[in-house]
């Protein structure tokens, strides 16, 4: 199994980057996928969910609004389109897959994780 998180990069404040998460190895249509995210000293932090039908996506409280999570089953592929880019957004993003829609947003419960990839917002 594996998630390739990939899209990062340096953006100004209020600028805008998509993530991609690739997964191979599993069936990613039946999986949860969530989008976390972790800044230097500070706990990895659960941004986005979406269920494998659609139907529910979660968001955390200070990215609503500003980005959005979706998958294309076809391309075994998730995307989290970020907007309105603040500094505080600065982390490394990582792609994770859960078999249950309950484990996401917390990273404890996901089953697979990908390698990070990293986002700073400066000017």
């Known amino acids: 199994v594996q998630l390739q998180a990939s899209g990062g990069g340096l953006v100004q404040p209020g600028g805008s980057l998509r993530l991609s998460c690739a997964a191979s190895?599993?069936?990613?249509?039946?999986?949860?996928i969530g989008w976390f995210r972790q800044a230097p000293g500070k706990e990895r932090e659960g941004v986005s969910c979406?269920?494998?039908?659609?139907?529910?996506?979660y968001y955390e409280d200070s990215v609503k609004g500003r980005f959005t999570v979706s998958r294309d089953n076809a391309k075994n592929t998730v995307y989290l389109q970020m907007n309105s880019l603040k500094p505080e957004d600065t982390a490394v993003y990582y792609c994770?897959?859960?078999?249950?829609?309950?484990?996401?947003?917390?990273?404890?419960?996901?089953?697979?994780w990908g390698k990070g990839t990293q986002v700073t917002v400066s000017s």
């Open positions: 994770a897959a859960a078999s249950d829609w309950s484990r996401c947003p917390y990273y404890y419960g996901m089953d697979y």
């Open positions: 190895g599993l069936t990613s249509n039946y999986y949860v």
């Open positions: 979406i269920s494998s039908s659609d139907s529910r996506l």
